[in-house]
């Protein structure tokens, strides 16, 4: 039997049950889904690494949102003529990825070309590292490290960045190419141990072509694009 003790406590807690029923409610199957901590992990990943430089044309940190329809004479105005190949390269870029934005891509591509001219005069493997894929990098690397064996040392500053010109764009298995011509003005001097110049002058603005080739996987959640060949221009 049950003493009067007993009695009592189920009474409260049958009471305590009813109470938090009503204050909690019961599932209607449109609640919102729990919170996914391991999404929030991955939607940030390549978004937040302090030692990458960003070529402008997509936002880790955004959902791409269908673009407003745009004038096909106006949609890469001062990039590429309506009907040409570049323009239809662009157009097959932004259907892949709809936050691609040419003129933005070609500001952060001016940005990486001095950035990476400069970090390659200074022996500066991290930077390099970053900005670059992973032959082209090598190439860079073992440059630096003949020039570092001879004791030599280069000195560059750029004057300006005349032009830089979209030349080539292909798009190939959702792996993204875009080649652009920079012209530019550089001093650049290269020095021995001693510190006398060997190549170049301290005094003299050198005009200086070079035709470079920036890709990126467009599936991937890196939103980094990184020099993938370099070559002298005319």
Avoid: C
């Amino acid at each position: 039997m049950f003493d009067i003790y007993t009695i009592i406590f189920l009474a409260l807690a049958i009471l305590i049950f009813l109470k938090l029923r009503s204050v909690l409610g019961q599932r209607t199957g449109r609640e919102r889904p729990p919170y996914d901590p391991y999404s929030a992990r991955d939607a940030m990943r390549g978004a937040t690494n302090d030692n990458v430089v960003r070529l402008p044309g997509r936002s880790a940190d955004t959902t791409p949102t269908a673009a407003e329809p745009v004038d096909a004479a106006e949609r890469w105005k001062g990039i590429a003529e309506p009907g040409s190949s570049l323009a239809s390269g662009l157009d097959a870029i932004a259907r892949e990825d709809k936050s691609f934005d040419a003129k933005h891509f070609v500001s952060g591509s001016r940005t990486a070309y001095e950035m990476i001219v400069l970090a390659y005069a200074q022996g500066d493997r991290r930077t390099l590292r970053n900005l670059l894929a992973r032959e082209v990098y090598e190439g860079f690397e073992a440059a630096i490290r003949e020039r570092e064996s001879k004791e030599e040392t280069v000195e560059s500053r750029f004057v300006a960045i005349e032009k830089s010109d979209i030349t080539g764009v292909e798009l190939r298995n959702r792996v993204a190419q875009i080649t652009v011509r920079f012209v530019s003005q550089l001093i650049s001097v290269t020095r021995d141990k001693a510190g006398t110049v060997i190549e170049g002058n301290p005094e003299k603005v050198t005009d200086v072509t070079d035709v470079w080739t920036f890709a990126r996987d467009l599936s991937s959640r890196d939103p980094n694009w990184k020099l993938v060949a370099t070559e002298a221009g005319q």
